[in-house]
């Protein structure tokens, strides 16, 4: 139940482009909202993009105009396209999902990392 799966991680250079992918276990509307997080080394977690059951999106202000979250509802997958990537965007991307009692689940995370 609420099993999330990565994929899409990798090395690119600044100015590329990744496709990170988030399968899930049955649909993602038992989820409420879902997103992507990410923790740098040394760093706190942080919330990286939204979406809502509804379509809605958010970003956090630092990936906003290169970041992209979407949903494909037939394939109960969660994607994060990002381009013109940047050295500081390298962390572990997570997949999260809330279920509609609140209870969070996490995937195990996809290495992304950045060269200048």
Sequence with gaps: QGQLVESGGGLVQAGGSLRLSCATSGSVFKFSAMGWYRQAPGKHRELVATITS??????TDSVKGRFT?????GKSTLYLQMNSLKPEDTAIYYCNGRAWDAVNFWGEGT?????S
């Excluded at 509804?54 to 970003?59: D, N, S, V």
């Excluded at 979250?69 to 509802?73: L, M, T």
């Excluded at 290495?111 to 060269?115: A, H, I, K, M």
Aim: proline fraction near 0%; hydrophobic fraction near 30%; avoid cysteine.
């Design 54 to 59: 509804a379509g809605l999106t958010t970003y």
């Design 69 to 73: 979250i979407s949903r494909d509802n």
């Design 111 to 115: 290495q992304v990392t950045v060269s």
